[in-house]
């Protein structure tokens, strides 16, 4: 079975990492992998519950609604897609990155993207940032529900690791200060992983600003 399948969520279970953060504005969190060949990474959650910054708002230059941001956490894209005047919402299976956004006032889904979603297949815009490419384990699985979501022509923008050799799908779980999540299903991959996964798409341009990589791809 594909892991992308799965029904376990980012950082969700035991000590309930990802939720503990967004209530609290911790500063870090801990991705650690099972396999113990792989590295762990410091991932910044400040900067996502943060207002966007220059790198975030590149990524909506050009962009038409509706817009969909997936993953979309404590909302700062939705919020800056909103700002932007454009059409957007935000989905994300977890009820406190769902509860922060409602709270916020921004539109925002509690469901899995792969889950039936409004407006399928007439989405004019589709955000993947912060690693969500991942969500999931399956790059490809990923790309081809997005392909689905997305009008034909329709755009994805998506954000590859900072390392262009990375292509690594595998468990991992998120470490906070209180202990670990259960484990997760999450894959990474730099630029040359992701583009090769893009299988139903063209790629339109692709950027590094502020130690980030990003591809805008056009639906086929």
């Not at 992308?4 to 209530?23: C, K, M, N, V």
């Not at 932007?84 to 994300?92: F, I, T, Y």
């Not at 992983?193 to 063209?202: E, N, Q, T």
């Amino acid at each position: 079975m594909s892991l992308a399948l799965s029904a376990a969520r980012f950082g969700a279970g035991g000590a309930e990492p990802w939720a503990a953060a967004l209530r609290s504005a911790a500063p870090t969190l801990e991705l650690v992998p099972e396999d113990p060949s792989t590295e762990s990474e410091s991932l910044d959650v400040q900067r996502w519950s943060a207002v966007a910054d220059r790198a975030d708002r590149s990524t909506l230059e050009g962009l038409r609604g509706p817009l969909l941001d997936v993953g979309c956490g404590p909302g700062r894209m939705v919020r800056a897609a909103l700002d932007a005047g454009l059409q957007a919402w935000g989905v994300d299976a977890d009820p406190v990155a769902v509860s922060t956004c409602r709270a916020a006032g921004l539109p925002v889904l509690r469901r899995s993207v792969f889950d039936p979603l409004p407006l399928e297949g007439s989405w004019s815009s589709l955000l993947l940032l912060d690693g969500n490419v991942g969500i999931g384990g399956d790059v490809e699985a990923m790309f081809a529900r997005c392909r689905r979501l997305l009008h034909r022509g329709g755009v994805l923008v998506v954000e590859a690791h900072p390392d262009p050799a990375r292509d690594v799908a595998a468990m991992w779980r998120l470490r906070g200060a209180a202990g670990d999540s259960d484990s997760f299903p999450w894959s990474q991959v730099g630029m040359p992983a992701l583009l090769r996964a893009a299988h139903d798409f063209d790629l339109e341009h692709a950027w590094q600003l502020d130690g980030r990589w990003f591809a805008r791809l056009r639906a086929q």
